[in-house]
């Protein structure tokens, strides 16, 4: 494998500015209702390379027009940067925002300009507006030795021929200018052309294998799982799924961070409708932590097994789930695989999906605002009257909502020692956002990109934390000891008995609140660990300081002792020790209603069970399978 360093175009993951990098810090599910990414109606996946058109030959003019649509921001900036190139002009950056991106000759005097927007629901951008005359005088292109201008010149022949070799590029390029091109430069040329046409796939399946040697390299207690199969005897192994969890995040979250475990399924779009299935969690200054990522074929009950039973559990180290509460949506199986592999964890329900099917099986009910009161009720008594005013707008509404175990959704049922009031996935879905850019590379490129975010994230908390380390609660928690300080002023003392108060409003609700207990009637400050509103009160009216009632999850020192360790990063592709690792065949493509149909003949219960069978012969037939973190 070549190992001489490529330039700085050869790496497209550090090419683009995340523009959601804030939301994963300081994250707060205070008001949280779940506004959760989906595909809508009017997006169509296609493949990545289906939003680059080019004329027939013999011209191959790259083709644009008035209501095109792209994928999304970054595919439409790619696109209009290659447009530019092959054109010959240079680009003047108009408007550069998340929704609305616009450009213009950079010449004074040309009218050629292009503006896209994104659409209301979704990421999907279409051109708005498009004026494709040039006024400007244009010269002849000399060639330039640059990858990145290579590859958008050439980008049509890569997408004719995807497996084009690097000789035949050199001698077109020989005998258009001239030039004899270095070796060197046409393969970043070709990595970089198939990266932006999404057909570099194939080649991050066969480095897998490296990738986790990278990994175990640079931290021998890092976990990268790879399972195999072959199709036909004798053939090459092809990949079936892998699963990723580091051990600095592990520890991390079994140590230091809020016991609720977000787990979620991401749909990639790559030719072979793989799906990423991802676990993230929250600090103790409300900042999301990834902690573990698997790639499979289906997202089905096996594939939840293998992730969460096989692999999640033995990485924290847990014993059958003690400990851990997950949060999923209860799609294809996590629910049951929680339930029936880790009997001592607690499965709590998204409630976003919740009320998905509440608004399709009860659309003209007004209830909606009622229904988020009583997933955020924090005490049995607010809950139950929330749902006495679903009952009275709709008894069928409610009658359904208590048909769907509310007890693993609403939150005041949360273990206390969870310390997390969220009630969405919205952690997960904040991450996505955080990643997005990196989803449709090759399967090792998103790995090692991700391997790389993640050890940034530890690199700039750790030295965030040195400008707190005089306070004693996280800048997050200070934020949400201020509000409720200020709200908490509206309470009176009613009775003060030692360390048991009596508080009430204007309303004439009673508030009890024990001081030794840290705990409040109203059950907010026992569920998220930081004093309601009437504690703050309280705190206040017995001379004490607000923040020595917090949980000691969330101090500045618990937040020091998780991040100081820091984490190993990735190396760069040049620095990898290419060794004999076997390559690895990509999956066989099978179509989004083959892999939906699979199982449909048959039950839950009993793919279920089947499940539940393969996993107990493999346990006692297969005694070398094991992990050690």
Known sequence: MPTGRCSDDDEESQEENNDEEDQIEGYSSENDKGCMYRLADDETPCHVGEWFKFEDPPRHKMILYHGQRFRDVSHFRKAIEVFAIRDGFKLCIMENRGHAVSYECSDLRCDWK??????????????????????????????QHRPKWISAIYLHRWKLQPNLRTVDIRDEIEATYGVVCHEAKLLCAAKRAKHILGMDHEDGYAILNQFKDEMERINSHNIVLVETKRHEYGEVERFKRMFVCWERTSYAFKNHCRRLLAVDGWKINNPYNSVMLVAAALDGNNCILPIAFCEVQVEDLDSWVFFIKKNINNALRLEHGEGLCIMGDGDNGIDYA?????????????????????????????????????????????????????HNKSEECHDWLLQTDWSSWALFTIPKWVKCTCVTLSITDKLRNYLHLYLEMSIASRFVAIARLTAELFERRRMEVWNWYREKVTPTVREVIKDRTIDGQRFVLVEENGPRLKLTATTSIIFYLNMEAQSCSCGLWQISGIPCAHACKGIQLIMGNVEEYVDNMMSVQNFCSMYAPGMMPFPEKHAWKWGTCNKLLSPMIESVNTLTMKGSHESASSRARQCIENYSDAATNNPKVHMVL
């Open 114 to 143: 292009i503006k896209a927007g994104r659409v209301v629901n979704g990421r999907t951008f279409i051109v708005k507006e498009f004026v494709a005359q040039h006024k400007c005088t244009r010269r002849h292109q000399q060639f």
């Open 338 to 390: 929680v339930e029936e592999f880790l009997p001592k964890a607690v499965y709590r329900q998204c409630c976003l999906k919740i009320f998905t099917q509440m608004v399709k099986r009860f659309p003209t009910a007004p209830v909606e605002h009622f229904f988020w009161s009583a997933c955020r009720s924090t005490s049995a008594t607010s809950f139950n009257k929330y749902m006495d005013l679903i």
